[in-house]
């Protein structure tokens, strides 16, 4: 088990950016994969993006391609999620996981973190 902390989160105006921050606590950090999902009130727990061991390899999903940026610092442990061009509806909870192997599947993902809250206002 990883344990993950993120930072970062805060209320934004339309069209802002914000930079989400994710430490974690092992030592194994640069084997795991790290994904980014979010979660909106009444709504399933969304995938957002995740990043390879190495920072390689990175996948997105649709609705943030292009504005968002997922990064990580294998020397500092952490992984970023860059966000800009933010939209009301990404208003929502968002929280990193570490997993062995790359997914976009939150169920493949053993470890997470307690959540930072993104709140977009127009």
């Known amino acids: 088990q990883v344990q993950l902390v993120e930072s970062g989160g805060g209320l934004v105006q339309a069209g802002g950016s914000l930079r989400l921050s994710c430490a974690a606590s092992?030592?194994?950090?640069?084997?795991?994969?790290m994904g980014w999902f979010r979660q909106a009130p009444g709504k399933e727990r969304e995938f957002v993006a995740v990043?390879?061991?190495?920072?390689?390899?990175?996948v997105y999903a649709d609705f943030v391609k292009g504005r968002f940026t997922i990064s990580r610092d294998n020397t500092k442990n952490t992984v970023y999620l860059q966000m800009n061009s933010l939209k009301l509806e990404d208003t929502a909870v968002y929280y990193c996981?570490?997993?062995?192997?790359?997914?976009?599947?939150?169920?493949?993902?053993?470890?997470w973190g307690q959540g930072t809250q993104v709140t977009v206002s127009s």
């Open positions: 996981a570490a997993n062995p192997v790359l997914s976009r599947s939150p169920g493949a993902f053993g470890s």
């Open positions: 092992t030592r194994a950090f640069s084997t795991y994969a």
């Open positions: 990043i390879n061991w190495s920072g390689g390899s990175t």
